[in-house]
């Protein structure tokens, strides 16, 4: 069964500073999909960025950026910049192509004035 | 706002009633799916509904079940409800055309929120 691990249970940094968030996933898949998923206090689910597996470069979306690194089976988010709004727990989450998000067990973030 | 709407937003319920969530999908989008996000379990898929048929199975209970109906709008239905029942159930919806090889973007209402008292 597919795994998703994320070793950060919380984490704080300075506004306008740039965090990165941790994600390990375990597969033997080798096509599949990679996501960052933002819960604000809202507890909205919003999609933050999505990597494909088969794609070497990474995704970037403005201030979001991910490190993938398929041997390794790890999955970084990097946030720059950061600002008051990013403050969300974060999700990473799996998808082997059969769309049953695995999510890991979320990061609290704050971003601290 | 992704365009999928849940109803009702909270529900406070006691244990061994039984509830209906209702999910009404983005507009053509022909896919539903439920999540349940729960303090110990964290965020878990539970069923996925393609044009009226279910599609895949998550960690369903047995005491859980869904539809999905003609016009698309589907519901989850919890019975004999326990205390470890309540959590924030999210149902997302994706449009999953025949043929497209487009990877197919879940898109997430704003939960209901259960209590079993």
């Known amino acids: 069964a597919q795994t998703v691990t994320q070793s950060q249970p919380e984490m704080s940094v300075q506004e306008a500073e740039t965090v990165t968030l941790s994600c390990t996933y375990d597969?033997?898949?080798?096509?599949?999909?990679l996501f960052w998923y933002k819960q604000p206090p809202s507890r909205q689910m919003i999609l933050v960025i999505r990597?494909?597996?088969?794609?070497?470069q990474n995704a970037t979306e403005n201030r979001f950026s991910v490190n993938f690194q398929k041997a390794a089976k790890s999955f970084s988010l990097k946030i720059s910049d950061s600002q008051l709004g990013d403050t969300a727990m974060y999700f990473c989450a799996f998808d082997q192509g059969a769309q049953k998000l695995v999510f890991g067990q979320g990061t609290r973030l704050t971003i601290n004035p | 706002d992704s365009g999928v709407t849940q109803t009702p937003k909270h529900l406070i319920t006691a244990t061994g009633q039984r509830v209906t969530l209702r999910c009404s999908p983005r507009?053509?989008?022909?896919?539903v799916y439920w999540y349940q996000q729960s303090l110990d379990q964290g965020l878990q898929f539970l069923i996925q509904y393609y044009n009226g048929e279910e599609r895949a199975k998550g960690n369903i209970l047995e005491r859980f079940s869904a539809q999905q109906f003609p016009d698309l709008h589907s519901e989850l239905n919890l019975s004999s409800l326990e205390l470890g029942d309540s959590a924030l159930y999210f149902c997302?919806?994706?449009?999953?055309?025949?043929?497209?090889?487009?990877?197919?973007?879940?898109?997430f209402g704003p939960g209901t929120r259960l209590t079993v008292l």
């Open positions: 507009s053509g989008d022909l896919s």
């Open positions: 997302a919806s994706s449009l999953n055309k025949r043929g497209s090889s487009s990877y197919n973007e879940q898109f």
């Open positions: 990597q494909e597996a088969y794609k070497q």
């Open positions: 597969t033997s898949e080798s096509n599949y999909y």
